[in-house]
């Protein structure tokens, strides 16, 4: 695996320096075999130790690939408070440039995912109050919806805003929704709280043009929602079922709806 590393920083390198658009393409397929290998590697230790230790200040693109591979490893718990700072800092850095999208934000924003630490919501909502987030309200969402506890009730405050102001994120808050509202899996928050989600629900549904993909993620919400009743308001439920039985379209999600709705 340390071979591989070696060989995998010679590409990295190459890949810069090389001018013609077909080599660079063949370059980027065997970095890309080779950054998959390494992050299925059981030894990692080595590899995350050089990366902390080794950032690059002036190759953007070696920088933001060594940061991709530390978003997608296991790390171990002795180096959750570097990779989780090195992370925090990127975004925080960048945040306070005036400069376009860059991936290693990009790639730091979702490595944070990986971590069940109380403290990266509080760093995502005060990064979440500067003008820059917007270029990285996806990248937000699946974060957020991946740590998410559910102690903090401007979570669901905040995808329900989002999806209301953006409809290219509809899908993924809906999707995002139905994750934190897992009883099961995630007890802590106060179903009263699904309510006006629920009246948002009712309204959007029915309207009929709605897109297949925002359909089902909105059913996977309601299903996730309405498995546990307590908290949410009978008539909204009511009103949800009619709009449900008189929706004739077909969805195998929308009669697993239904039956959650009616067991309770």
Do not use: W
């Amino acid at each position: 695996m340390k071979n591989n590393f070696k060989l995998l920083i010679y590409l990295y390198k190459k890949y810069e320096t090389v001018p013609r658009v077909k080599t660079k393409i063949n370059i980027i397929k065997k970095i890309n075999a080779l950054e998959k290998e390494i992050i299925k590697s059981k030894s990692k230790h080595e590899i995350i130790f050089f990366i902390l230790n080794n950032i690059p200040v002036s190759s953007k693109f070696i920088g933001s690939r060594y940061i991709y591979i530390l978003s997608k490893l296991k790390i171990p718990f002795e180096y959750e408070k570097s990779v989780i700072l090195l992370f925090e800092n990127i975004i925080s850095n960048d945040f306070l440039k005036n400069t376009n999208k860059n991936v290693s934000v990009s790639f730091a924003i979702l490595g944070l995912k990986n971590f069940k630490d109380s403290e990266i919501e509080e760093f995502i909502f005060k990064m979440l109050k500067l003008k820059k987030s917007n270029d990285y309200l996806k990248e937000f969402i699946i974060t957020l919806s991946s740590i998410s506890e559910n102690k903090n009730p401007n979570i669901l405050n905040f995808f329900v805003l989002t999806l209301k102001k953006n409809s290219k994120l509809r899908s993924l808050c809906f999707f995002s929704i139905g994750k934190i509202s897992n009883y099961k899996n995630r007890p802590l928050l106060k179903r009263k709280l699904l309510n006006p989600f629920l009246k948002y629900s009712i309204t959007f549904l029915k309207k009929n043009e709605n897109k297949k993909e925002d359909l089902n993620n909105l059913y996977f919400a309601l299903i996730e929602i309405c498995k546990v009743d307590s908290g949410l308001k009978g008539e909204l439920l009511n009103k949800l079922l009619e709009i449900l039985q008189l929706d004739k379209r077909n969805n195998y999600l929308k009669e697993i709806l239904i039956n959650t709705i009616n067991n309770k």
